[in-house]
């Protein structure tokens, strides 16, 4: 059964850039896309953007300007970076697995079990 | 971007209730639908895709139907792990938009 970890700082400060990566076992980044999850504290859930091995990536466009989603094969992991963030990226953070095609790549059946990140000076 | 309401908002049940919640999308996703269930500080969990079909592990007594732009979770026969937040989302287009989140609390 496949696992994701999710790890990074818990505190940002403002107009810094927001990074986190996803560490994933028990199954291989070499298939299926990946994404991250956001909550705010209170709030619903909000998709940030996808990445498939080969490098292809989508991304939310109210953060296109903003986020980088990469991956790591070797070391079977992908990452994500915000940048110039702001009390409003304030969130708990959910790496998550999609489907093994394009139809079903934001349909999530595996998740971390998230990484609050604060946004404060 | 395609818009993703849930009705109610929140809904008060006991043990034993069958409650349904709605998901309605602002154009057609075919059946592109899921549904996630959510407890405090953990991640969500894959209940239904495809609209109507069940993930596995998960209790028959879920269901979900629709097409279109309406859709339905049903929960038959509530049970005390069940009191939760209910998710909908679409995978039709790129946004992968969920709904605002259905809270079923114990009445």
């Known amino acids: 059964q496949v696992h994701l970890q999710e790890s990074g700082p818990g505190l940002v400060r403002p107009s810094e850039t927001l990074s986190l990566s996803c560490s994933v076992s028990?199954?291989?980044?070499?298939?299926?896309?990946w994404s991250w999850v956001r909550q705010p504290p209170g709030k619903g859930l909000e998709w940030l953007g996808y990445?498939?091995?080969?490098?292809?990536?989508n991304y939310n466009p109210s953060l296109k300007s903003r986020l980088t989603i990469s991956i790591d094969t070797s070391k079977n992991h992908f990452s994500l970076n915000l940048t110039s963030a702001t009390a409003a990226d304030t969130a708990l953070y959910f790496c998550?697995?999609?489907?093994?095609?394009?139809?079903?790549?934001?349909?999530?059946?595996?998740w971390g079990q998230g990484t609050l990140v604060t946004v404060s000076s | 971007d395609i818009q993703m309401t849930q009705s109610p908002s929140t809904l008060s049940a006991s043990i034993g209730d069958t409650v349904t919640i709605t998901c309605r999308a602002s154009?057609?996703?075919?059946?592109?639908l899921a549904w996630y269930q959510q407890k405090p500080g953990r991640a969500p969990n894959l209940l239904i895709y495809?609209?109507?079909s069940l993930q596995s592990g998960v209790p028959s007594r879920f269901s979900g139907s629709g097409s279109g732009t309406e859709f339905t979770l049903t929960i038959s026969a509530l049970q005390p792990d069940d009191f939760a937040t209910y998710y909908c989302?679409?995978?039709?287009?790129?946004?992968?938009?969920f709904g605002q989140g259905t809270k079923v609390e114990i009445k």
């Open positions: 998550a697995r999609g489907g093994d095609l394009k139809v079903t790549s934001r349909l999530f059946d595996s």
């Open positions: 028990g199954g291989s980044v070499s298939t299926n896309y």
């Open positions: 990445i498939y091995h080969t490098g292809n990536t």
């Open positions: 154009q057609s996703i075919t059946k592109w």
């Open positions: 495809m609209a109507s």
């Open positions: 989302q679409q995978y039709a287009s790129d946004a992968g938009t």
